[in-house]
Structure formats: structure tokens, C-alpha cells
């Protein structure tokens, strides 16, 4: 007779910020030398396949919480959904599909889809047989592939930005997106008193988020002078800009899924890293960010 497994000791909040701060690291170790490689089938294709892996699970996992909310969703379509929306976006961007070089093209495709999607949700539900919540049914699937994969998508944006070198502005957002939640994180730990909204996150405080900006704006200050030629258009005004509205944005994609969470009554979105949680867990500080930076990076540092 096998002898039970001793209950497990609980991970300390420290425990569990550095196994989520290394598994980031380690995913975005594998995709960003993927991209510098050189090697362009070899950059796209770990690129393509990461992104697609990422949305995928990612909005599995919120179609989860959807469910233990007691809510109903058309999982399935969904999840077909955001596949097809990133991989009809990277061809795209690569001029497969479309014109090459071309923002408002890619912009168009992606609206065109969303309106397909919504289409398909409704002939959906006509021929459900099991659900009598259209419309909650429709706004949840919906809702799940606009907030995973949608977002996700300025990523691939960011990336392939035409006449720049995409590579250094998604490498640069990343990382000033990690420096807030470690700015958070250590400056909370330290000097934290006054709690943001305790209700949806009791460990966030006002302490922590303004040590998230300063971290990283003194962050962003140094990358953009490292990188120098690399990203021409970027200056220290930018760069303390950019370092402040994505800090914050990173804290608030982070209390936004920490809502999701509260409402679903679960600690963690999955349960792929153990003592971590899931994909959702190490992507939700990036979510609102990447479009952020595309947008900056397109109508006020570059405007093609």
C-alpha cells in the first residue's frame, strides 16, 4: 500500500515571486534568442509557435475561470479563434497575406476577423442545444479571445514593426515590464503599509507601485543609452515616459487578472508551474503593455 504524500509546505510569497520571475525568464530567454539569432526560419518559426502555445493555453485558462465562475462559453470556438487570429495576423505581418509593411493592413484584418467571430458565436448559439445564455455565451468567448490573443497579437506587432528593429523595442517593453513587478515587489515587501485594493489583491500597495515606476524608469534610462543606435528615435524624455505608463500598466494587468481569479475562487489561473500557477499567472502584467508600446512606438516615435 503506498505511503500518502506528506501535505505540502505552503510556498512563501517570496518562494513563489522568484519561481515566477525565473520561469518568465526562462520563456523569454528561448523566444529573444530565437529572434537575435539570424537565422530568419529559425527566429519566425520559435516565435510563431511560442505566441501561438501562449495564447492557446493562456485562453484555455480563462475560459477556465469563466467556467468556475458558473458561466457559460464556447470554449472551443474560442480557443479555434485565437489560433487563427495569430497565425492570420503573423502572415500578415510577414506579407504573406496582404501587403507587407503595413500597420492599417494588419489592423484591418484583425477587425474583419473579430467581426467573423462574433458572427460564428451567433450562428453558434443558434444551434446550441445545451445553452439558453446567448448572450452571456457570446460575451465571455468573446471576451477571452480579446483579452488573451488579441492582446498577445501586438506583440507580433511590436516584433515585426516595419523600418525599425522590432526585435530591441519588444526586448525593451519585456523587460521594463519585469522591473516593475521586481520594483513592486521589493519596495512592497520592504516599505508597504497602505494597501491598493485589498479586496482583489490583498499584497499590492501604494508603496509597491510607486516603487514599480521608479525602478522602471531608472530601468528604461539604461536600456534605451545601452541599446543607442538600435532604437534611434528613443530619448531620456521617452524613456521616462514609457518607464512610467508601462510600469503602471503593469500593475494594473496584474490587478485585473487577480479580479478574474477573486471571482473564480482560485489562487492561480492554471496549474502548469507547480507552486506557481499558469500561463496567465507570468503573462498578465504583459497583456495591456504591448499594445501600449506599439501604440507609442507607432504614432509617437515612429509613423509609417
Same mark, same amino acid.
Given at each position: 500500500?503506498?505511503?500518502?504524500?506528506?501535505?505540502?509546505?505552503?510556498?512563501?510569497?517570496?518562494?513563489?515571486?522568484?519561481?515566477?520571475?525565473?520561469?518568465?525568464?526562462?520563456?523569454?530567454?528561448?523566444?529573444?534568442?530565437?529572434?537575435?539569432?539570424?537565422?530568419?526560419?529559425?527566429?519566425?518559426?520559435?516565435?510563431?509557435?511560442?505566441?501561438?502555445?501562449?495564447?492557446?493555453?493562456?485562453?484555455?485558462?480563462?475560459?477556465?475561470?469563466?467556467?468556475?465562475?458558473?458561466?457559460?462559453?464556447?470554449?472551443?470556438? /474560442?480557443?479555434?479563434?485565437?489560433?487563427?487570429?495569430?497565425?492570420?495576423?503573423?502572415?500578415?505581418?510577414?506579407?504573406?497575406?496582404?501587403?507587407?509593411?503595413?500597420?492599417?493592413?494588419?489592423?484591418?484584418?484583425?477587425?474583419?476577423?473579430?467581426?467573423?467571430?462574433?458572427? /460564428?458565436?451567433?450562428?453558434?448559439?443558434?444551434?446550441?442545444?445545451?445553452?439558453?445564455?446567448?448572450?452571456?455565451?457570446?460575451?465571455?468567448?468573446?471576451?477571452?479571445?480579446?483579452?488573451?490573443?488579441?492582446?498577445?497579437?501586438?506583440?507580433?506587432?511590436?516584433?515585426?514593426?516595419?523600418?525599425?528593429?522590432?526585435?530591441?523595442?519588444?526586448?525593451?517593453?519585456?523587460?521594463?515590464?519585469?522591473?516593475?513587478?521586481?520594483?513592486?515587489?521589493?519596495?512592497?515587501?520592504?516599505?508597504?503599509?497602505?494597501?491598493?485594493?485589498?479586496?482583489?489583491?490583498?499584497?499590492?500597495?501604494?508603496?509597491?507601485? /510607486?516603487?514599480?515606476?521608479?525602478?522602471?524608469?531608472?530601468?528604461?534610462?539604461?536600456?534605451?543609452?545601452?541599446?543607442?543606435?538600435?532604437?534611434?528615435?528613443?530619448?531620456?524624455?521617452?524613456?521616462?515616459?514609457?518607464?512610467?505608463?508601462?510600469?503602471?500598466?503593469?500593475?494594473?494587468?496584474?490587478?485585473?487578472?487577480?479580479?478574474?481569479?477573486?471571482?473564480?475562487?482560485?489562487?492561480?489561473?492554471?496549474?502548469?508551474?507547480?507552486?506557481?500557477?499558469?500561463?496567465?499567472?507570468?503573462?498578465?502584467?504583459?497583456?495591456?503593455?504591448?499594445?501600449?508600446?506599439?501604440?507609442?512606438?507607432?504614432?509617437?516615435?515612429?509613423?509609417?
Amino acid at each position: 500500500m503506498p505511503v500518502p504524500a506528506p501535505n505540502a509546505v505552503p510556498l512563501s510569497k517570496a518562494q513563489i515571486f522568484v519561481r515566477r520571475l525565473s520561469s518568465f525568464l526562462v520563456l523569454w530567454t528561448v523566444i529573444l534568442t530565437a529572434l537575435f539569432s539570424g537565422n530568419k526560419l529559425v527566429s519566425d518559426g520559435v516565435f510563431l509557435l511560442i505566441m501561438v502555445l501562449l495564447a492557446a493555453t493562456g485562453l484555455r485558462e480563462f475560459y477556465a475561470l469563466v467556467e468556475k465562475r458558473g458561466l457559460f462559453c464556447f470554449k472551443y470556438c /474560442g480557443l479555434a479563434g485565437g489560433v487563427l487570429l495569430m497565425v492570420g495576423t503573423f502572415f500578415n505581418l510577414e506579407g504573406k497575406l496582404g501587403l507587407a509593411n503595413s500597420p492599417a493592413r494588419v489592423n484591418d484584418f484583425e477587425t474583419s476577423f473579430l467581426i467573423l467571430f462574433v458572427l /460564428g458565436l451567433c450562428l453558434r448559439q443558434f444551434v446550441s442545444k445545451v445553452n439558453d445564455s446567448g448572450i452571456v455565451a457570446i460575451a465571455t468567448t468573446l471576451f477571452g479571445l480579446m483579452y488573451v490573443p488579441w492582446l498577445l497579437n501586438f506583440i507580433q506587432k511590436i516584433n515585426f514593426f516595419p523600418h525599425v528593429e522590432g526585435h530591441f523595442y519588444l526586448l525593451y517593453f519585456v523587460l521594463i515590464t519585469k522591473f516593475s513587478d521586481t520594483g513592486a515587489y521589493v519596495v512592497g515587501s520592504l516599505i508597504g503599509r497602505h494597501k491598493m485594493i485589498p479586496r482583489i489583491s490583498p499584497g499590492k500597495t501604494w508603496e509597491g507601485f /510607486g516603487g514599480a515606476i521608479v525602478v522602471s524608469m531608472l530601468a528604461s534610462l539604461l536600456f534605451v543609452r545601452l541599446a543607442g543606435d538600435h532604437m534611434p528615435a528613443m530619448n531620456a524624455v521617452h524613456a521616462v515616459v514609457l518607464g512610467a505608463v508601462l510600469s503602471s500598466a503593469a500593475v494594473v494587468g496584474d490587478l485585473i487578472e487577480s479580479l478574474f481569479k477573486r471571482e473564480a475562487r482560485v489562487k492561480d489561473s492554471g496549474h502548469i508551474f507547480p507552486g506557481i500557477g499558469g500561463i496567465l499567472d507570468l503573462l498578465d502584467s504583459l497583456l495591456f503593455n504591448a499594445p501600449i508600446m506599439y501604440i507609442y512606438l507607432r504614432h509617437v516615435l515612429h509613423t509609417p
